[in-house]
Structure formats: C-alpha cells, structure tokens
Nanobody, 118 residues
Framework: QVQLVESGGGLVQAGGSLRLSCAASGGTFSNYVMGWFRQAPGKQRDMVATIISGGSTNYEDSVKGRFTISRDNARNMVYLQMNSLKPEDTAVYYC????????????WGQGTQVTVSS
C-alpha cells in the first residue's frame, strides 16, 4: 500500500507559478498510475492530470497548456508544475495513486492548499 505526502502549495498572484511535489513510499512506484486532483470549496473533487509509469499524460481541459505533470520513478516522486495560475485554480490539491490494472484511485495524500489571488 503506497503512502503519499504532498508539498509545495501556497498563496500566489494570478499569472504566477507553483510546483507541487508528491513523495510516495511503501509500494512499487512503477506499478502505479499517479494523478493530481483538486477540490474547491463546495465542489466535487476533480481530476487535474494523470501520468503512467512510461510517462504518458492526460489533462483536464482547463489546465492544458498551463500545467505539467511529471514523475521521477527513481525517486518515487510526482510533480505538478502550474503556470499562468488563475483564481479559479484555487483549491486543495491531492496526490493520488492507482494500481495499473485498477480503475479507481484508492491511495490519497492529505492535500495541499493552493490559493490564487486576483
């Protein structure tokens, strides 16, 4: 069972950048699809981006061209580089993992707050 710990959130002005990091431990990292999700107040938790072990990625439409997900399989790390941030990107961001042949993300970090001021 993999454990996940996020870091890197904070307060940034619109147009700025942040880089989130997620450290994974307790599992075989290459066996997991990794993802970033976010949840704004009063809204459901939505997928932001996912990445498989080989590096193929998938993004939610509103972040395409602004956010980049990456992973370092040697260090058991996954990152989310967020550029051109907008106030509507404000949310708690969660790192998540699912086993390659599973359909559900069952392992979650504690979340990190990202606040974008206008």
């Amino acid at each position: 069972q993999v454990q996940l710990v996020e870091s890197g959130g904070g307060l940034v002005q619109a147009g700025g950048s942040l880089r989130l990091s997620c450290a994974a431990s307790g599992g075989t990292f290459s066996n997991y699809v990794m993802g970033w999700f976010r949840q704004a107040p009063g809204k459901q938790r939505d997928m932001v981006a996912t990445i498989i072990s080989g590096g193929s990625t998938n993004y939610e439409d509103s972040v395409k061209g602004r956010f980049t997900i990456s992973r370092d399989n040697a260090r058991n790390m996954v990152y989310l580089q967020m550029n051109s941030l907008k106030p509507e990107d404000t949310a708690v961001y969660y790192c998540a993992a699912r086993v390659v042949f599973s359909t559900a993300f069952r392992n979650w970090g504690q979340g990190t707050q990202v606040t974008v001021s206008s």
